[in-house]
């Protein structure tokens, strides 16, 4: 009896296991599909959209929220890479921002004399910007296994525009990742190597068709590098140069690379005037890609908020980008005079 008993169960045991195992796969597929679906609405929209915002905030939250979920689908066989270097990307500016409002504590704790506070404000301005360094170098890495590591002289096939608009905020991103883990004392360990490639890789795409931006990159990694630099090479005139060609574009990135190369070298008289050329050009600006124009402009702000608040204790004045706290009083000064207060 027990035998006849295994007998009828052993197919149907089969039949179980198996339908289970259909019911996973077709799981998969569904997810799959699923991904497939995001991935290609996310760059034939999302993108487009988000990036014609000037709402930074609300595309390093999306950054922040919309990554983990975006990049799961890798493990079901979708590809978000390009997407995910966009995104961690914007989700590095919110760690960057906050590593900013601490610095700027910590500026205002020293101005008082309040050494306890402006020893707990740089420890939290090292562990925000050891985030961002963490999110931008995911970003670049991300950017190296989907178009390879290039070698001296070689390009990736960037044949769409979208290729060439996540080849350049990439190889920026990895610029940037040692910057913040300077900020942040090494920890995370962003290999030094990565300015000297990110200079070759900006060569690969057209610094016309993308407002003077690639070249200003090199420029400003041959100014803190000099020994980066080709013989002969000039980085200011050519951090101008890209300044004015993003003036005339109506995407200001180029300005904004001419006032960090400033500040980092200690250059007050060039900075002042980096941040008051930036605000004067504020107008005509490329609708298409205002949330690049915007993190541009969170930047400056933030330039010009550390140079306020070491000599007054206060960030810029609202609607007084541009103007600085020595300046001769005018008719037409823009401050605020309730924000001097």
Avoid at 47 to 56: E, G, N, T
Avoid at 79 to 89: A, D, I, Y
Avoid at 302 to 320: C, F, H, I
Wanted: glycine share 10%.
């Amino acid at each position: 009896m027990r035998s006849l008993i295994t007998k009828v169960l052993r197919p149907a045991r089969v039949l179980i296991a198996g339908g289970a195992l259909l019911a996973l796969q077709g799981c998969g597929m569904i997810y799959k599909t699923t991904g497939d679906i995001l991935v290609s609405f996310g760059q034939a929209e999302l993108l487009p959209y988000m990036l014609a915002y000037d709402d930074v905030r609300m595309g390093c939250i999306m950054g922040e929220a919309q990554t983990p979920l975006l990049m799961s689908f890798e493990t079901v066989g979708s590809h978000p890479g390009r997407l995910g270097v966009m995104t961690f990307v914007t989700s590095a500016v919110c760690a960057e921002q906050l590593a900013l409002e601490s610095e700027l504590r910590y500026l205002r704790a020293m101005k008082e004399g309040r050494v306890a506070e402006a020893q707990d404000a740089r420890i939290e301005q090292k562990r925000w910007s050891a985030l961002a360094a963490e999110r931008l170098l995911t970003a670049y890495q991300r950017l190296e296994v989907e178009y390879g590591k290039q070698n001296e002289g070689e390009c990736p096939k960037l044949n769409r525009k979208l290729d060439q608009l996540v080849w350049l905020v990439g190889n920026i991103a990895g610029a940037q990742a040692l910057v913040a883990d300077g900020a942040a004392d090494g920890v995370v360990g962003v290999p030094r190597d990565i300015v000297g490639k990110v200079a070759r890789n900006a060569s690969c795409l057209s610094n016309e068709n993308w407002w003077g931006a690639p070249e200003g990159l090199r420029a400003t990694i041959w100014n803190l590098l000099p020994q980066l630099a080709p013989e002969g090479a000039q980085p200011w005139p050519k951090l101008e140069q890209s300044a004015e060609m993003g003036f005339e574009k109506g995407v200001r990135l180029g300005s904004a690379f001419l006032a960090l190369s400033a500040y980092s070298k200690g250059d007050n008289d060039r900075l002042r005037k980096a941040i008051r050329d930036f605000a004067a050009n504020d107008e005509n600006l490329d609708p298409d890609y205002a949330m690049i124009d915007a993190i541009a402009g969170v930047l400056i702000q933030g330039l010009s908020d550390r140079m306020w608040t070491e000599a007054t204790g206060k960030r810029t004045p609202v609607n007084g980008l541009g103007t600085f706290w020595d300046d001769q009083p005018s008719s037409g000064s823009k401050v605020d005079i309730d924000d001097l207060l």
